[in-house]
C-alpha cells in the first residue's frame, strides 16, 4: 500500500452508505402514512431536485479544501449525509450541507445521501433518531452520525444529548470526534477493518497523512488497540526501535505463503511472527459449520 494507491483501495472501503440508503415514501408531512419510515433515515436523492438554501450565510469556500473534498467524494462518496427540506412541489431545499451539495455536484455525482425533513417532524425525528440510537446493530460511525444529526436537528447541547439517549458526555464526545477523521479511516470502521478504540487512538494524531499510515499498518499487521498506542506514542516520542518492534513487518516467504494458505483455506488467515522467527498461525472461522469445514480439510490434507 502507499500514498499513490490511496484513492483506489474500493476493495477496502466496503459499503459506506450505501447498505442504509432506502427509498423514499411520497409523504410531505409527519401525519401522513409512512412518515415514521421516513424521518430519521438516510435516503438517495436526486442532485438536480436540491435547490441551495437561500439564507445560507455563507457564500466563499475555501477552494483547496472544496477540492478536496471532491477528490473524496469521488472516491468514497458522501460520508455524512446532508439535510434537506422537502417542498410542496416535491422538490427540496437545503438546509444543511452546502459544501457537500456543491462537491458532490463538482464530482458529477447524480444523486446525494440526505436526511429529508418534513413538515412539522420535529419530535417525531427526535424520537426516531433516539430510537435508532438504541439499536444493537449499529456501528460506531452510525452512532456518531445520529448523535450530530440530534445536536445539529433538534439543537440539543452535548449534556441535553448525554441525558436523552441515557449516555455519559464523554461516551458522546468519543463518537463525535470519530467524525473528524479521515474519510476512508472512518469507512474502515464502518466495515469493521478497525475499531472504535483504534480511531479513538488515531486521533492523537493531527496529520491526516500520518493517520491514514498508521491505518494502513493496523490494517495490514492486525494491530490490537494496544499495539496502535504503543505505536502511535512511539512515533510522537520519536522512538523509532519500540515503532519498528510494534509494526513487524513479515518477511516475503511468509506473505507468500499468507496468500498460498489463504486461499487454500478460502478464510481469514493471520500469521504471528516475532524477531526471533518465532510465531504461530491463527485461521478465522465465523460458524460451527465453517469450523466443521476447516477441520476436515486440515484433516484430509
Known sequence: LNKMAKPNKNNRLGRGLSALLKDEPTVKTAQDEGAKKLVGNILEIDLAKITANPWQPRTNFDKKALEELVASITTLGVIQPITIRKKPTGEYELISGERRLRASQLAGKKTIPAYVRLANDQEMLEM???ENIQR???DA????LSYQQLIDEIKLTQEELSK???KDRTSITNYLRLLKLDPIIQTGIRDGMISMGHGRALMAIDD????FDIYEKIVRNNLSVRDTEELIKSIKEGDDKTAKKVVNELPTQYKEALSSITNSLKTKVEIKRAQNGKGKIILNFTSDDEFERLRKFLNEN
Open 128 to 130: 426516531a433518531l433516539v
Open 136 to 138: 444493537q446493530d449499529l
Open 141 to 144: 460511525i452510525e452512532i456518531a
Open 164 to 166: 436523552r439517549v441515557g
Open 208 to 211: 491526516t497523512d500520518l493517520q
